[in-house]
Each structure stands twice: as C-alpha cells, then as structure tokens.
C-alpha cells in the first residue's frame, strides 16, 4: 500500500463520525428504533408481517423440486397461499430478498467495522450442538408456525395474544438452554 | 499480582461471560484477567458485567474481529 493510502485509512480509523456510524455498536436503543422502523415498512410494502424462518421452508421446497422432487401433496405447503407462494418462485418472494438483505447486510456491517473473522470450530461438541441446536430450532419453528421474529416480534407487535404465550415459552426454552449449555460448555 | 490469560477464541455468547465470571473469582486482588474474544456481542456485555461488579475495565482491539478485555481485579 502507498503512504497516501496507508495516511487516509489511519485518519478513517480515528475518524469521530466513522467511529460512531461503521465501528461501534449502535446503542440498544438505536437498534431497537431501526427495528420497528422497517418492521412496520414490510408490513406496509408487502403486506405480510416480518418472519425468518419460514423463508426458509420455501428455500427447501424450491431446491427439492430444482432437483426433481414435488411437494404438493405436503401438509405444510398444501395452502392455496403456499402453493402460489411456491409457483410465483423464488425472485417474486419479498421475504426472501429481506433474508439476503439481512444476510449481506451484516457482512457489509463486520466489513465497514474491520471485524471480519472466520472462526475456528473449537471442539467437536460445538459442532454437534449446532446441528442438533439447528434441526430443533428450524422444525420447532415451523411446528410454531414462526420463529422469535415471526410468532414472538410480529406475533406481539400485531397486538396478538400468541406473541406472548410464545413469549412465554421462549423464556422457558431459554432458561433450559442455559442450563444446558453450563453444564456442557463450562 | 498475576496477569491470567483466559481463551474464548471461537466461543459464542454468552460463554466467554460466564467463564470470565468463573475465573475471576480464582483470582486474588490486584489480579490483571485478560479475556481474549472474537464473538463482537461479547465486547458488549463482558466489559458491562465488570464495570457493574467495580473492576477496571479496558477493551483492546487486537486484530479484525479479534479482542482483548483487560479487567483488573481491584476489590
């Protein structure tokens, strides 16, 4: 790298607004602002509240049936809703573009903030966690008919009486969890 | 005064606090821990649990992505 360049990016590290807007955290607060911001602009641009993980069930059918397979006769995809869902595909599915964004975004956020790192997996028990952890979050997501941001997030800020029973029940997962994790990866 | 290294490369939250407040309490005053983290959520809350507990609290950045918090055992 040239002295020039080597000078800009040593007076971008220290810079107060660069510091506040691409290095730092945004205060929880901030966040939580941001949050409701653009939760209530995709209830309002696509009519749907916000979700995640169901994304990813329509993900799955789109790439069984790339390689062949048919999940028409699914319970889970048998809706009208569903099956227009499955045959307008993948580019014309709002909730999967949000799910890239975010995706991209966060690389985009750990790029700015140099904090860009590919971990190393510790120990075998991480990865055994992570795919036991994984299949029971994706397929008790589904059974839920939502994760913490569709069921929980948007369950509650719909004023919905089953955003907080899933409240409930996430602390009581939560609490759980923990205890498991103390006793497995201390 | 001893100066404890505590590794939590690859360890995501919160396992790095709870292994930070494990340790701290085998330390004897005037003790220097240093947790060593690469997960950025505990950059937030490692250092908010020592300052609430009254330990010196510094955070260095030591490579991308890569931190150390310092926490003096002062009481």
């Known amino acids: ?186 | 005064m001893k100066e404890v290294m505590l590794d939590c490369f690859g360890e995501a939250c919160p396992v790095p606090l709870v292994k930070a407040q494990n340790k701290i309490k085998e330390l004897e005053i005037g003790d220097v821990l240093i947790v060593q983290i690469d997960h950025s959520c505990a950059m937030k809350n490692v250092p908010e649990w020592a300052r609430k507990d009254g330990y010196n609290v510094e955070v260095e950045e030591v490579d991308d992505g890569e931190w150390e918090v310092i926490i003096e055992k002062t009481k």
């Not at chain 1, 889970?76 to 499955?86: E, N, R, V």
């Not at chain 1, 069921?151 to 498991?180: E, H, N, Q, R, T």
Request: glycine residues 12%; contains cysteine; positive net charge.
């Open chain 1, 1 to 186: 790298m040239t002295d020039d360049k080597k000078k800009f990016f040593d007076r971008v590290k220290s810079n107060e607004y660069y510091m506040r807007w691409g290095k730092n955290a945004f205060p929880y607060v901030t966040a939580a602002l941001l949050l409701s911001l653009f939760q209530i602009v995709t209830l309002a641009v696509t009519g749907n509240p916000w979700g995640v993980s169901g994304t990813f069930a329509y993900w799955g059918a789109w790439l069984f049936e790339a390689v062949g397979g048919s999940v028409d006769k699914w319970y889970y995809f048998a809706s009208t809703g569903a099956q227009a869902t499955l045959e307008k595909g993948i580019l014309n599915h709002p909730e999967s573009w949000r799910n890239v964004g975010i995706i991209t975004g966060a690389l985009a956020a750990t790029l700015i903030a140099s904090g860009f790192k590919i971990k190393k997996i510790k120990s075998m028990k991480q990865v055994v966690a992570a795919v036991i952890g994984g299949l029971m979050m994706g397929y008790g997501a589904r059974l839920a008919l939502g994760c913490n941001i569709g069921a929980f997030y948007s369950g509650i800020s719909s004023l919905a009486l089953s955003g907080w029973v899933f409240a409930v029940s996430l602390f009581i997962g939560a609490v759980i969890g923990s205890k498991l994790l103390v006793k497995y990866f201390m």
